[in-house]
Nanobody, 121 residues
């Protein structure tokens, strides 16, 4: 079975840094886009950053210049380096991947369980 497992969340002071990682495991034929989303308390889930299989990236305006997404196709991981963190970055961060499990099926979207990031002021 396919699993996406996030790690690296925690508590950090404003201005600090954290690196989130997400590893995909299971029977996977290929992975297309990967990304990070977040859900602040009381708000809807929102896009943070995405990266294609070719390495093209896209960032939300709120994190542009502070966050950097990367992936390691050999390890089937996607990471999010978060610098200059602000209290408004506090949220549950979710790993996302569009991947194919079988050559007989189209690709599907998978989500990790989420990891809490708390930025204190």
């Amino acid at each position: 079975q396919v699993q996406l497992v996030e790690s690296g969340g925690g508590l950090v002071q404003a201005g600090g840094s954290l690196r989130l990682s997400c590893a995909a495991s299971g029977n996977i034929v290929s992975i297309n886009d990967m990304g990070w989303y977040r859900q602040p308390p009381g708000k809807e889930r929102e896009l943070v950053a995405t990266i294609t299989s070719a390495g093209n990236t896209n960032y939300a305006d709120s994190v542009k210049g502070r966050f950097a997404i990367s992936r390691d196709n050999a390890k089937r991981t996607v990471s999010l380096q978060m610098n200059s963190l602000k209290p408004e970055d506090t949220a549950v961060y979710y790993c996302n991947a569009e991947l194919r499990r079988s050559v007989w099926r189209s690709s599907s979207i998978y989500w990790g369980q989420g990891t809490q990031v708390t930025v204190s002021s």
